[in-house]
């Protein structure tokens, strides 16, 4: 008992420190945690393409940006990254829909 809530506590630290160095390092490149989805996957294709255009196109500009400030090996000016937040959900419900929706297609028709 002792044991698993060091094992807890331990484990909720590590996980602090690494949610708190992915913050960091979206914020570096002005990212949002959505946006480093990978696209090749068809359900989040099909979640970004159900995100309203002018969430696309905010999307489309940051992952732009994040490439231009990677090549320059500059990151983001410090005062841009306190106004990010980058771990908030843009795309997760559309994301749990798209899944859903492919889920019981599957189900219902078999694997494509």
Do not use: C
Not at 15 to 37: C, F, H, P, S, W
Not at 76 to 92: H, N, S
Request: positive net charge; glycine residues 4%.
């Amino acid at each position: 008992m002792a044991l698993e809530m060091v094992g807890k506590r331990a484990w909720n630290v590590l996980a602090g420190g690494y949610q708190t160095m992915v913050i960091q390092r979206l914020n570096q490149y002005g990212l949002k945690y959505n946006d480093i989805l990978n696209e090749a996957l068809p359900d989040v294709q099909k979640a970004v393409s159900r995100l309203d255009p002018d969430m696309q196109q905010s999307r489309d500009r940051r992952i732009k940006r994040a490439l231009d400030i990677s090549f320059k090996k500059k990151p983001l000016p410090m005062d841009i990254q306190k106004k990010l937040f980058p771990l908030d959900p843009y795309i997760d419900s559309l994301l749990d829909e798209a899944r859903e929706l492919r889920l019981e297609r599957e189900l219902l028709n078999g694997p494509r």
